[in-house]
């Protein structure tokens, strides 16, 4: 439903969406990438979630502009994160990975 919006988007935050996965938010990512400013995930720590991995963070080519990303208590992110990150974020200020073991 939100990827029918006919507006763009400069912000995304997902709060508690626990069943939020990676290939939904692959599909924002197609929609609204281009124009995406901030993008924050915040995983409930207690509650099992739909499985995030570093495959997500490789699909933001599709966002060159995000300058925020938040990941919070996401804890199944692998070892090529950080080369994702540094490929695909080059006008990234802000990164929160709070509870994400890296």
Request: net charge neutral; with cysteine; hydrophobic share 35%.
């Given at each position: 439903?939100l990827c029918q919006l006919?507006?763009?988007?400069?912000?995304?935050?997902?709060?508690?969406?626990?069943?939020?996965?990676?290939?939904?938010?692959?599909?924002?990512?197609?929609?609204?990438?281009?124009?995406?400013?901030?993008?924050?995930?915040?995983?409930?720590?207690?509650?099992?979630?739909s499985k995030i991995t570093?495959?997500?963070?490789?699909?933001?080519?599709?966002?060159?502009?995000?300058?925020?990303?938040?990941?919070?208590?996401?804890?199944?992110?692998?070892?090529?994160?950080?080369?994702?990150?540094?490929?695909?974020?080059?006008?990234?200020?802000?990164?929160?990975?709070?509870?994400?073991?890296?």
């Open positions: 439903m006919t507006t763009d988007l400069e912000e995304l935050r997902m709060e508690y969406c626990s069943r939020i996965g990676e290939k939904c938010m692959v599909s924002l990512l197609e929609r609204f990438g281009e124009t995406l400013r901030e993008f924050h995930v915040v995983r409930n720590c207690f509650e099992k979630c570093d495959e997500l963070i490789a699909s933001f080519e599709m966002s060159p502009y995000i300058e925020k990303l938040t990941f919070n208590y996401v804890r199944s992110f692998g070892k090529k994160i950080h080369i994702h990150l540094a490929h695909n974020f080059h006008k990234l200020r802000i990164l929160n990975l709070r509870e994400c073991p890296i």
